[in-house]
């Protein structure tokens, strides 16, 4: 072949890898907002995708053989591939169309709804998935020009495919959404299989191309054959071990992505890191397998033994490898500015993966040097290889997803995939041509091996982080298809806590919990319906059910929460978990409201940790026009905001992208703490104001009809209000969030490593109270619209919503020790309120939810 063909392939093969990566992580997150960020939905995107990579190796390498010209035929798979991944901005229109009649039709039948989506999911993924699968036997069958460099020139093309997978996830994860948004990353992707296809047929055309086309491995002393059968191992057993191979890999990265869920920040970064460093372990194999393959001396199964034998061991140890490295789930980079954290994120990543990975990566390429001395055609050798690996992979997948991490943990999980390669050592091992007792005594051993891994169980690890120094104590922990949750005891007080770094709040803030439902419901007249995006802890959905409601539905992503939540907290919840008006299911907030049955007075959008992957989706326009749609005529939709946890341009891009949705916007705090403050953004439609006799009405109804003043009760809850947002000028310049440019889940996770840095400042404290100065002077409150019937019906109750802004001061300032000044804004706030005495601590609490690092 001629040398500038043989580069040419190369660097196209390299491409191919490249824009396949892009699409898997593109398919992945647009099923999940379909369906909903959900293990099963992942699960599912997954599945569906590589049974057409599989379907597609198969069929495909069958038929390369009798191709004229393979190169071609790649170059069509290629284009091919394009076309049909283009549909998918037609079949995602045709899901919106049709999918929500159908998912009326399914009604709560589980079986018909995953029939549905089964459907749907494979309309979407598996025909370029299809065509995908056989560029690779294809490749092969027009690269590989001799029988003895099947092996050599086969693991070269894994490799190379491989690394280029390596930089299709770098790209997607880090650089090309925000650079062109996903839809513009999506049609780059279908723009290098196009160009890629485009340039295999050109190169086909060529002489040199032309020349390829006969079949060089056929002679007459030593045909090519369709077998895979060779050097004492069956055709049977090699595809054996190419499944077990792909199970157990990607069973290992499901599970090493979930043990790394407890230390990282869980960004869309973080995520790509692990991606990264695990393909690219995976790709260190493949060129391991090749060096290998190069050795003619070496025996090929004994080089399998070894290989199996090592893998086992690196895989079940990789646990104590974690551990170690992270020092017992210890947060890794803390404190850390932007680049420092990614560095020590990769090198961890690296460290616990690289070795294990490059293990589990040469198994799979190194089979093509098992079967080489059976002279397969190596299109039909490529592809029954990539066939079975794949549909391992995909059980795998699964397996550890549903299975192994709710039955065994991840640690205990890993270990008991250890014990897969030793067995198929031992039917490696029985093949080979020594006497029976050597056998024997080379297998036992094995078997040894197999069965300890198999029941072996490490004590000494807790799967949740307990701070025994600060006084906490675990109660349960619970390891699910999702995450890891954990409820713990601390100072007399719970908390639920979900991959050991973020706590969904607890007993210890009942207060602040209680209010994100007490001041939205407050604020309407009459509240009968109230939906919960997120359930938490249950204090603050539990807390709606003080209101006359006649339906509450809560959705939360975590069955793992529920389930805690029910068994911990229920003194709390207010009798949640048994009231007839309540019922709480475990799934996605998003696609829970947008298939909601009933609309709604209230909703209530639980505090999001922004830069987590995922939540950052529950900011966007599209969710809000969402809400919108679902709320009651006069409803209020309320997006509560962890203000310690956005700076103020996170925050502007949030208030801008609301207000590019509801009419009308307006902020209530959720309390008056000087740090760790949370604050809701309130959409309405225009025209929608407050009604002070609703306020009083409801004040005394919870107050169990008190005889306590107007004015003590207006006091109390107009003291929370902080403003219209609707108007003020002070966001015009923020981009919207959106879900095609996810600016919010994309900037969030570096502004949060620049606070750590010291390098930038949440909204809090000083910076809050500038806001709330600056907010009230762009809309005073005399010409809030809002505040209308206030200020006909209660006049002097505008004076209560300057006094919160004084208490919010007051607070700031004894919190920094300027006591003179702290007074004079407690003393204002005593001037413009019937109270005598602070209403609250100025302390925030305990178990605020929040990143704990």
Excluded at 6 to 31: D, K, M
Aim: glycine content about 10%; proline content about 6%.
């Amino acid at each position: 072949m001629a040398r500038g063909l043989r580069w040419w392939t190369v660097i196209l093969f390299l491409c191919s890898g490249f824009a396949a990566l892009v699409y898997q992580v593109l398919w992945v997150r647009e099923l999940g907002l379909l369906f909903g960020n959900t293990a099963q939905a992942a699960a599912l995107a997954i599945a569906v995708f590589f049974a057409g990579l599989a379907a597609g190796s198969w069929v495909w390498g069958q038929l390369a053989p009798r191709i004229r010209s393979p190169l071609a035929g790649f170059g069509l798979l290629e284009i091919g591939v394009a076309i049909t991944a283009l549909g998918h901005f037609l079949l995602y229109d045709l899901y919106h169309a049709i999918y929500p009649a159908l998912y009326g039709l399914a009604g709560d039948l589980a079986a018909a709804d995953l029939a549905l989506r089964i459907s749907l999911t494979t309309l979407i993924l598996f025909p370029p998935a299809f065509l995908m699968g056989g560029t690779f036997p294809m490749i092969g069958q027009f690269m590989v020009r001799a029988p003895r460099r099947l092996a050599t020139t086969g693991t070269a093309l894994y490799a190379l495919n491989t690394f280029g997978s390596v930089l299709g996830a770098l790209a997607a994860g880090f650089f090309l959404p925000m650079a062109l948004g996903f839809s513009g990353t999506y049609l780059l992707a279908i723009a290098i299989d196009l160009s890629v296809g485009a340039a295999a047929l050109i190169l086909a055309r060529g002489q040199a191309a032309k020349r390829a086309c006969a079949d060089p491995l056929t002679s007459p002393s030593k045909p090519a054959t369709s077998t895979l059968e060779a050097g004492g191992l069956s055709s049977r057993l090699v595809l054996w071990i190419a499944f077990a191979s792909g199970f157990v890999t990607l069973a290992v990265e499901v599970l090493w992505t979930r043990l790394f869920a407890q230390v990282l920040q869980n960004s869309v970064y973080t995520y790509a890191i692990v991606l990264v460093a695990f393909l690219l372990a995976l790709s260190l194999g493949s060129i391991a397998s090749h060096g290998l393959a190069r050795i003619p001396r070496f025996n090929p199964r004994h080089v399998l033994l070894a290989l199996l034998t090592i893998a086992a061991a690196v895989v079940a140890v990789s646990p104590w490898a974690f551990h170690s490295a992270t020092a017992g789930l210890t947060y890794v980079g803390s404190g850390a500015g932007w680049a420092e954290y990614l560095t020590a994120v990769s090198g961890i990543a690296l460290l616990v993966m690289v070795l294990p990975g490059v293990m589990l990566g040469a198994v799979l390429p190194y089979l093509l040097r098992v079967v080489q001395a059976a002279n397969p055609q190596p299109g039909p050798a490529i592809g029954q290889l990539v066939a079975a690996n794949t549909s391992g992979a995909i059980l795998g997948s699964l397996a550890a997803g549903f299975v192994l991490l709710p039955t065994l943990g991840a640690t205990g999980s890993l270990i008991a995939l250890g014990a897969i390669y030793p067995l198929l050592a031992v039917a490696v091992l029985a093949r080979e041509p020594l006497p029976r007792w050597q056998r024997r005594t080379y297998a036992t051993p094995l078997l040894v091996a197999a069965v300890a891994l198999a029941v072996f169980r490490p004590g000494e690890w807790n799967i949740a982080r307990v701070d025994e120094a600060a006084g906490e104590r675990l109660i349960e922990a619970r390891e699910g298809t999702h995450a890891t949750v954990a409820a713990i005891k601390r100072d007399g007080n719970r908390l639920l806590r979900v991959n050991n770094y973020y706590t969904l709040g607890g007993t210890g803030g009942l207060e602040s919990e209680r209010n994100q439902t007490l001041i939205p419901m407050m604020a309407h007249p009459e509240p009968q319906s109230v939906f919960f995006l997120g359930l938490g802890t249950g204090i603050t959905a539990g807390t709606a059910l003080s209101f006359p409601v006649e339906r509450l539905d809560a959705c939360e992503l975590l069955p793992e929460v529920i389930e805690l939540a029910e068994a911990h907290f229920e003194p709390w919840t207010q009798g949640l978990f048994e009231d007839p008006r309540a019922r709480v299911r475990a799934q996605d907030a998003h696609h829970c409201l947008r298939h909601a049955e009933h609309k709604y007075d209230v909703i209530i959008s639980d505090l999001f940790t922004p830069w987590r992957a995922g939540t950052g989706n529950l900011y966007t326009k599209e969710h809000y026009q969402q809400a919108r749609q679902r709320l009651e005529e006069g409803g209020l939709f309320v997006q509560w905001l962890p203000l310690y946890q956005l700076s103020a341009d996170d925050f502007a891009i949030i208030a801008r992208t609301m207000g590019a949705v509801f009419p009308q916007v307006v902020a209530w705090r959720g309390d008056l703490f000087a740090d760790g403050s949370i604050l809701a953004l309130v959409g309405t439609e225009e025209g929608v104001t407050l009604d002070p006799e609703a306020l009083i009405r409801h004040g005394r109804r919870l107050a169990g009809n008190a005889p306590h003043p107007e004015a003590a009760l207006l006091a109390s809850a107009l003291r929370m209000y902080a403003g219209r947002i609707t108007d003020s000028g002070l966001f015009e310049d923020a981009p919207i969030n959106t879900l095609d440019r996810p600016v919010i889940e994309y900037q969030a996770p570096r502004t949060q490593r620049r606070v750590q840095a010291g390098e930038a400042s949440w909204l809090i404290a000083r910076n809050l109270g500038h806001f709330y100065e600056v907010l009230a002077e762009r809309n005073p409150h005399h010409e809030d619209p809002y505040l209308a019937r206030v200020r006909a019906s209660h006049p002097p109750a505008l004076g209560y919503v300057a006094a919160g802004r004084h208490y919010y001061h007051y607070n700031v300032l004894r919190n920094e020790g300027n006591g003179a000044l702290a007074q004079r804004h407690l003393q204002a706030f005593f001037d413009l309120t019937p109270f005598s005495s602070p209403p609250q601590e100025a302390e925030s609490p305990t178990t605020r939810s929040g990143w704990e690092e």
